[in-house]
């Protein structure tokens, strides 16, 4: 089998040896021909057994590791995994689940899903899958065992969070769609909301729906808040048809250009605005990729929208996949996208396979229609900035170690309906505080670090500072218990985010963010003031 493999390798090779030498690229022929005959030596020579497919795709993430990060190889063991990210949908069970304890923990369920039908909830352990254990096993391996053709049967014995017998399962698994939109409605009275968290398919034909809804529900709208936050992207087309809703015909939304300059093309809209008039905020943060800077960076640089937040993502390459056969793929950066004012808002160092901000100072300056100036390299800049709220150290700890997951389950079960989203509220914050001590929930702060790291170094050169870190260790116990009563409205709302997700799936979930989100008081804010809406175009 693998003398067969090495044959086939060096036969493929010399076919591009060969076409690539007429085509007058003796550098890149050289190459291929030095990289088989490094496979060659190894596989015929090397002191241990290698596996043909494990040193191929070691051998292919070294290459295209060496470019920008969204280039990638998909061998046909995850291409299963991959399609959520390129399609939004994807073949399963239709629930979100981590690792916990050792075992697959459920973490959410999808609304319509096999799932939900199944009456697995979050905080559910899976025990054994198919009757094999599921213990110490990866998430990737257990996506791979979990993913299957729809109709197919899956048998589960599930474990519910807090009870100690197990019960079985047979789940059918089914293709699942995960909703564009999932939650739209009013804020405030008159401002309508839609929150948009992956450009799939259908994606702009949903938001049409939702305004014409929200008209239907209130004709006089004073604004919209577009919510791209933490959206990833997902497919250009969609992100062209949102900006026709808000664009007259023939106005440019995006230009993709690359090497093959034939390939390079314009997009621009194409229909008469369902609303050209509405002001418009569209809601970004340093999560907002690709196919959503395409969108509020054309609205801005149009000046149809006013962009508020934090810095995006900075992901502004196009990636298109290659069949390279035997079920694998490669996504690869054919070009850039440049939108209106013609600058590209692709982030051009990376660390660690991450966007750097680049200072203001070192991008260049482009102009909206209206000539404010905006810059490219680095994602889009809001024309707002709103503070980017960072965790404290506890609240990352309770979402670090699931507490809250966990607490809804233990808190909700035996329950079998909740009051809507708009009338549930959660009151008693005494059974978390419990909760959290059965739990033996604790953390350690960077503070708690850094004194382990002197009494270690303390030691080691012989003085005893054991009584002077004991005073600081209680000051900071002092201060933790602090922190639980100083962010109790804060956990309080993801508390009641959980709770809501377990009836109402995402949808309740974000009904019960927008009531304490500053980002959507500050949008609301601004679409109240028409004059302070108007001078954010003349750069006022």
Do not use: C
């Given at each position: 089998m693998k003398r067969s493999f090495l044959l086939a390798l060096i036969f493929i090779f010399s076919l591009g040896f060969t076409t690539l030498l007429e085509s007058d690229s003796f550098e890149v022929s050289k190459n291929l021909e030095i990289f088989a005959n490094v496979y060659k030596e190894l596989h015929t020579s090397y002191v241990d057994e290698l596996e043909p497919g494990t040193v191929m795709k070691t051998a292919i993430d070294a290459m295209v590791s060496s470019l920008d990060p969204y280039t990638n190889y998909y061998p046909s063991s995850i291409i299963e995994a991959q399609r959520f990210e390129m399609e939004g949908r994807y073949n399963g069970l239709g629930a979100r689940f981590t690792l916990l304890d050792d075992y697959p923990t459920i973490t959410e369920v999808y609304e319509g899903s096999p799932?939900?039908?199944?009456?697995?909830?979050?905080?559910?352990?899976?025990?054994?899958?198919?009757?094999?254990?599921?213990?110490?096993?990866?998430?990737?391996?257990v996506r791979a065992i979990v993913s299957g053709f729809p109709g197919t049967q899956l048998d589960l014995e599930i474990l519910p969070f807090g009870e100690s017998q197990s019960k079985k399962l047979s789940v059918l698994r089914g293709e699942i769609n995960i909703p564009n939109v999932p939650y739209y409605g009013l804020v405030g009275k008159d401002i309508a909301y839609i929150s948009l968290t992956i450009f799939t398919a259908g994606a702009a034909e949903n938001i049409n729906r939702a305004l014409q809804a929200l008209r239907r529900e209130k004709p006089e709208l004073k604004g919209l808040i577009l919510d791209l936050r933490y959206n990833p992207g997902g497919l250009l087309s969609e992100a062209v048809n949102i900006c026709d809703l808000f664009l007259p015909p023939g106005e440019e939304v995006v230009s993709m250009r690359g090497k093959v300059r034939d390939r390079d093309r314009v997009f621009k809209t194409r229909r008469q605005a369902v609303e050209g008039d509405l002001p418009i905020v569209v809601l970004i943060n340093k999560k907002s990729a690709s196919a959503s800077e395409i969108v509020s960076g054309a609205l801005q640089d149009l000046d149809r929208a006013v962009v508020m937040g934090q810095r995006s993502f900075g992901k502004g390459l196009v990636q298109n996949v290659r069949d390279l056969g035997y079920n694998a793929r490669l996504k690869l950066t054919t070009a850039k996208y440049y939108i209106p004012s013609g600058r590209c808002i692709q982030a051009v160092r990376y660390e660690n396979g991450q966007p750097v901000d680049i200072p203001d100072e070192e991008r260049a300056v482009f102009h909206t229609r209206r000539g404010r100036k905006v810059l490219d390299g680095g994602g889009i800049t809001p024309d707002i900035r709103l503070p980017d709220l960072k965790k404290s150290p506890l609240i990352q700890a309770l979402e670090d170690q699931y507490m809250i997951v966990k607490f809804a389950a233990a808190y909700t079960s035996g329950l079998?309906?909740?009051?809507?989203?708009?009338?549930?509220?959660?009151?008693?914050?005494?059974?978390?505080?419990?909760?959290?001590?059965?739990?033996?929930?604790?953390?350690?702060?960077?503070?708690?670090?850094?004194?382990?790291?002197?009494?270690?170094?303390?030691?080691?050169?012989?003085?005893?500072?054991?009584?002077?870190?004991?005073?600081?260790?209680?000051?900071?116990?002092?201060?933790?218990?602090?922190?639980?009563?100083?962010?109790?409205?804060?956990?309080?709302?993801?508390?009641?985010?959980?709770?809501?997700?377990?009836?109402?799936?995402?949808?309740?979930?974000?009904?019960?963010?927008?009531?304490?989100?500053?980002?959507?008081?500050?949008?609301?804010?601004?679409?109240?003031?028409?004059?302070?809406?108007?001078?954010?175009?003349?750069?006022?």
């Open positions: 799932a939900q039908k199944a009456g697995i909830m979050p905080g559910d352990q899976i025990l054994r899958i198919n009757g094999a254990s599921a213990k110490g096993k990866t998430e990737e391996e079998d309906s909740l009051p809507s989203v708009s009338e549930y509220h959660f009151t008693d914050w005494p059974a978390f505080e419990g909760f959290l001590q059965e739990q033996n929930f604790t953390y350690e702060t960077q503070a708690e670090q850094a004194i382990h790291q002197a009494e270690k170094a303390a030691e080691e050169e012989g003085f005893d500072v054991s009584r002077e870190t004991l005073a600081l260790r209680q000051k900071i116990q002092e201060a933790k218990e602090q922190a639980l009563k100083d962010n109790q409205a804060l956990i309080v709302s993801l508390i009641e985010k959980e709770i809501a997700k377990r009836f109402y799936f995402q949808s309740g979930a974000t009904e019960i963010s927008l009531r304490n989100d500053p980002e959507i008081k500050s949008a609301i804010e601004l679409l109240n003031d028409p004059q302070k809406y108007e001078a954010v175009f003349s750069g006022n």
